[in-house]
T-cell receptor
Framework: EAGVAQSPRYKIIEKRQSVAFWCNPISGHATLYWYQQILGQGPKLLIQFQNNGVVDDSQLPKDRFSAERLKGVDSTLKIQPAKLEDSAVYLC??????????FGPGTRLTVT | KQEVTQIPAALSVPEGENLVLNCSFTDSAIYNLQWFRQDPGKGLTSLLLIQSSQREQTSGRLNASLDKSSGRSTLYIAASQPGDSATYLCAVSTNAGKSTFGDGTTLTVKP
């Protein structure tokens, strides 16, 4: 079974630029999560999708972050414009409903 | 608001020791608790999932317990090996699937 795929693995941008991350979950997993992990901290939930609907986006900075899940499968997370404090690893995870989460390798973003 | 705390933040032990990692949470209304391992520069690997109705789960040298009423979970690692060196994270989830993570315990097992 293929795991959760993410791209790119690394991205370096200047502040005020925009960036997009892509996630392909495990086939058949209804729930998809995006997390932000700052160095030395645990992952913080940004947004949770159930199929193609948003379940929770209470911690998503909506003035600069946006996310969508296309046809209930792939998802993209966008930051526009980026700030220095957005430097982090962005993790995507998927799960069957209310079950074990499986994580992708993450995208390491550096904002200079 | 759920808060998850993991103590200690870092732990160093000699190879072969048995050890316990701790996880505490403030809201006992959880659906499940999951322990993860994270190697440097990598994503999270699931180790054990405990449903709220369960008391413990075992996989190989790992045993995780859950005391929902007191808001605590422990991860027991038997006969530690250098390959066990990593950061261990716990996460609690609600019945809507929303997860809250601790900041992890970084374990170093010395040969």
């Amino acid at each position: 079974e293929a795991g959760v795929a993410q791209s790119p693995r690394y991205k370096i941008i200047e502040k005020r630029q925009s960036v997009a991350f892509w996630c392909n979950p495990i086939s058949g997993h209804a729930t998809l999560y995006w997390y932000q992990q700052i160095l030395g901290q645990g992952p913080k939930l940004l947004i949770q999708f159930q199929n193609n609907g948003v379940v929770d986006d209470s911690q998503l900075p909506k003035d600069r972050f946006s996310a969508e899940r296309l046809k209930g499968v792939d998802s993209t997370l966008k930051i526009q414009p980026a700030k220095l404090e957005d430097s982090a690893v962005y993790l995507c995870a998927s799960s069957p409903t209310l079950a074990e989460q499986y994580f992708g390798p993450g995208t390491r973003l550096t904002v200079t | 608001k759920q808060e998850v705390t993991q103590i200690p933040a870092a732990l160093s032990v000699p190879e072969g020791e048995n050890l316990v990692l701790n996880c505490s949470f403030t809201d006992s209304a959880i659906y499940n608790l999951q322990w993860f391992r994270q190697d440097p520069g990598k994503g999270l690997t699931s180790l054990l999932l405990i449903q709220s109705s369960q008391r413990e789960q075992t996989s190989g040298r790992l045993n995780a317990s859950l005391d929902k009423s007191s808001g605590r979970s422990t991860l027991y690692i038997a006969a530690s090996q250098p390959g066990d060196s990593a950061t261990y994270l716990c996460a609690v989830s609600t019945n809507a699937g929303k997860s809250t993570f601790g900041d992890g315990t970084t374990l170093t097992v010395k040969p």
